[in-house]
């Protein structure tokens, strides 16, 4: 991506505030317009499959038999309540949810055909396939802007300086940061503002090159110049990676996403189109949480 | 009704000032000696501290002049080798109680370091005496560095825990949703994060022990001259301080003063240097 594109971006921000759209999830016009050959089960590939997942933690069970496929290169929204299970389910995609002690699954999820959770299956090994952007943005304080982004290849005995000074580049240019910061990659990354840190976050996530990229509600910390910014860059990383976001925002879901699930109280309650999902969802539950009558 | 108030108002300020008076009292009452001791070491030991003291072997009784080198030089090598001991396992062990383990076995890990932090020097000493000077058949600097490192070892457990406690989830995460080896992570970001705190602990461990006697009393033994091997008797600071307190000599009573005037200063440094660190510390996440 080139940077007039990115300004081409963030230009078109303003045009659709956040604000006009509360009413706007039913109306006639679809928020995201389908997209040609975005048919479910169609001629897209599923990059992960979920099958009859459930979650533990000790003796509760915080998710219940959640089946359905995740689409590549495409952007899935995960919406539902408070305490739903969303976020346990983004962490169960790359194991990250077994740093809770007790923590145990059922079922079966596929990356690209592979168990993540079979006999000898690494969880570092699915981390570097699976990677994840978090809430709160978090580089790590004693690094600079390229050492942060760099880190995990440094971490993992990529020491060649041409290739960490090309992947600086490239990551931080996906992440629309490159600008920003090209001129002073050894400042210490707290040094950057609060939308920065996250898309220096986003930055340090791509430089491994996953194959999905999980974002836990990446921009619910952000003010709404910073959150239109991260949107942005969302749709843009969709062409080449499939994203999973959890969002409390249904704005935020309607405009970024392309399959929406809804989650309450641990079940997936439905799975579809974001389109139909906020236009003409099947079940009472879904329809009276993204039309805001309860959640 | 609006008197009474009144009254009860007057009566509650006046206990308001007394519990203030009170408490002011005790906190200076609680500074005090570290002036007085500081005022007294630099008024009795200042007229015996001299190049002399620094750079010459004691002489024997009855002879005036001489001075503490030998001592100031071994204390030095006992902190070196209880560092060498002490730091390695008091951090690795930290890590493993903040890091790693259940916390049921955490929990009685952190119960004996902190019964460990309680127990009596002296029987440190006893201790490092029948595991170490009895089969060596000789008091040594072995013995001595290994007492002190002994006892800095659940100090910078603990302190090393504590700190790596408070470096956020959020970095454990991010390094390990990076595809990073949880060791990896642990020493290359969050230990990185940590240092300052790390070091910090192990400086205030180097001080504690610093002035310790009574364990080096039946392992280090002192020594009069310089000492050429670890398997010998060294000298130490606190050891030579002890010997000529208690000796009828007053040419020994001031360099005994001055001796502890040395180490008040030696331990000072290293206390102010922990604060140098950790105020830099607080003053980066502000």
Redesign the interface.
């Known amino acids: 991506m080139n940077p007039t594109m990115i300004s081409d971006e963030e230009k078109r921000g303003p045009v659709d505030p956040p604000e006009t759209q509360v009413v706007g999830v039913r109306s006639p016009a679809p928020v995201v317009p389908p997209r040609p050959g975005a048919v479910l089960h169609g001629d897209t590939v599923p990059a992960l499959t979920v099958r009859n997942l459930a979650v533990y933690f000790g003796k509760n069970k915080v998710l219940k038999d959640v089946s359905f496929e995740v689409q590549a290169r495409a952007v899935t929204a995960i919406i539902g309540p408070s305490g739903c299970g969303k976020s346990t389910f983004l962490r169960s995609l790359?194991r990250?949810h077994e740093?809770v002690?007790e923590a145990r699954i059922e079922g079966e999820i596929r990356l690209g055909g592979q168990d993540i959770y079979g006999p000898g299956v690494d969880p570092?090994?699915?981390?570097?396939?699976v990677?994840?952007v978090?809430q709160?943005s978090?580089p790590?304080?004693?690094m600079s802007i390229a050492d942060n982004v760099t880190?995990?290849l440094r971490?993992?005995g990529i020491r060649t300086r041409s290739v960490l000074a090309e992947r600086t580049e490239q990551s931080l240019r996906m992440a629309a940061l490159w600008d920003e910061v090209k001129h002073r990659l050894h400042a210490p990354a707290m040094s950057l503002s609060g939308g920065q840190q996250q898309r220096l976050?986003i930055a340090?996530?791509l430089a491994?090159r996953p194959e999905v990229l999980l974002m836990d509600e990446p921009a619910s910390a952000l003010d709404p110049l910073a959150t239109s910014k991260i949107e942005s860059l969302i749709l843009e990383l969709k062409k080449d990676y499939t994203i999973v976001i959890v969002t409390h925002n249904m704005q935020q879901a309607a405009r970024v996403s392309d399959y929406t699930a809804f989650f309450y109280l641990g079940e997936l309650v439905e799975f579809g189109l974001t389109s139909s999902i906020f236009t003409s969802p099947t079940q009472k539950r879904t329809e009276d949480y993204v039309t805001g009558r309860f959640g | 009704m609006s008197k009474m108030n009144a009254t009860n108002h007057r009566w509650r300020k006046a206990k308001n000032a007394l519990m203030q008076t009170l408490t002011l009292g005790c906190a200076l009452l609680a500074i005090a000696p570290l002036v007085l001791v500081f005022y007294h070491l630099a008024k009795s030991g200042v007229g015996a501290v001299n190049w002399d003291f620094f750079t010459k072997l004691p002489r024997p009784v009855g002879e005036a002049g001489g001075g503490m080198a030998n001592a100031i030089v071994g204390s030095f090598v006992l902190l070196g080798l209880a560092a060498l001991i002490g730091v390695p396992v008091g951090v690795l062990g930290g890590v493993f109680l903040s890091e790693y383990g259940s916390s049921k076995l955490n929990w009685w890990i952190r119960f004996a370091a902190d019964v460990l932090n309680g127990v009596p020097s002296i029987i440190w000493g006893i201790v490092v005496y029948a595991l170490v000077v009895v089969p060596m058949k000789g008091f040594s600097t072995w013995a001595g560095g290994i007492v002190l490192g002994m006892m800095m070892i659940p100090l910078i457990m603990r302190t090393t825990e504590e700190v790596l406690q408070l470096v956020p989830v959020g970095f454990r995460e991010a390094a390990l949703a990076l595809g990073i080896a949880q060791w990896r992570a642990i020493i290359q970001i969050i230990m990185r994060t940590a240092l300052k705190g790390v070091v910090t602990g192990v400086l205030l461990a180097l001080a504690r022990v610093a002035g310790e006697t009574a364990p080096l009393l039946f392992t280090a033994f002192g020594n009069r001259f310089w000492n050429h091997s670890l398997s010998n008797p060294i000298a130490a600071l606190p050891l030579q301080i002890f010997t000529y307190a208690i000796s009828p000599y007053d040419d020994w009573h001031r360099q005994a003063w001055a001796g502890a005037l040395v180490l008040l200063l030696i331990i000072t440094v290293i206390d102010v240097s922990v604060r140098v660190l950790t105020r830099d510390r607080f003053r980066k996440t502000a």
């Not at chain 1, 570092?124 to 396939?129: K, L, P, S």
């Open positions: 790359n990250m740093l002690p570092v090994i699915v981390r570097r396939r990677g994840m978090f709160k978090n790590f304080p004693t880190v995990g971490l993992n976050c340090r996530a491994v």
